[in-house]
């Protein structure tokens, strides 16, 4: 069974600096999706930015990049310029490419200081 | 605007009754998903349904009931067999046969609490 660890339960970043969030996960599969999504204290569920498995360039959107590294199963998630809207829980999931479902991490709080 | 709505957005119900959790979307997607939040945990797989009339148990659908009737609706029936009810339910749903396939997109949840 594919699993999706996420090791860091909080983080802390001052504003205007970068973290990055670790993901690793476990999978048998050659083909796969991953994602890595925001939820706020609103709880909405937002997509942040996501991976094609067979892609080797790591994505990026705007301050949000990835470092993917598919021979060690690992995801990691920078945040650069970090700001106050970016205080959420991040949670890293996996889909494989035939597959209907999202296997998610536990998630990682990240705070914001101000 | 197009989107996925769950109702009420917080339910209150007495132990040993059934509830139903609404969730309704407009993007004219295909498959539909209910997720259990527990505190400290990531989002479990309770139910899926690709298409109209037919869905799937996930990781725990024990003490849960889906219906599929129609394709902007996947209800959730909380039964009274669920022995630890109370979360936070997410509803999500995805396009199928696209480019964007691989996207699931979520409604903003109903925080079920059962005394």
């Known amino acids: 069974a594919q699993t999706v660890t996420q090791s860091q339960p909080e983080m802390s970043v001052q504003e205007a600096e970068t973290v990055t969030l670790s993901c690793t996960y476990d999978?048998?599969?050659?083909?796969?999706?991953l994602f890595w999504y925001k939820q706020p204290p609103s709880r909405q569920m937002i997509l942040v930015i996501r991976q094609e498995a067979y892609k080797q360039q790591n994505a990026t959107e705007n301050r949000f990049s990835v470092n993917f590294q598919k021979a060690a199963k690992s995801f990691s998630l920078k945040i650069s310029d970090s700001q106050l809207g970016d205080a959420a829980m991040y949670f890293c999931a996996y889909r494989p490419s035939y597959g209907n479902k999202l296997v998610f991490g536990a998630g990682t709080i990240l705070r914001v200081k101000s | 605007d197009g989107g996925i709505t769950q109702s009420p957005k917080y339910l209150f119900r007495k132990e040993g009754q059934n509830v139903t959790l609404s969730c309704e979307q407009n993007?004219?997607?295909?498959?539909m998903y209910w997720y259990r939040q527990d505190p400290g945990q990531g989002l479990r797989l309770i139910y899926y349904?690709?298409?109209?009339?037919?869905?799937q148990k996930g990781d725990i659908a024990e003490g849960y009931s889906v219906s599929r009737e129609k394709k902007e609706s996947f209800p959730l029936t909380v039964t009274s067999a669920q022995k630890n009810p109370t979360a936070f339910y997410l509803c999500?749903?995805?396009?199928?046969?696209?480019?964007?396939?691989?996207?699931?997109?979520f409604g903003p949840g109903t925080r079920l609490t059962v005394t």
């Open positions: 349904s690709q298409i109209v009339n037919d869905f």
């Open positions: 999500a749903s995805r396009r199928s046969g696209t480019s964007d396939s691989y996207e699931q997109y």
């Open positions: 993007l004219n997607h295909d498959a």
């Open positions: 999978t048998s599969e050659s083909d796969y999706y």
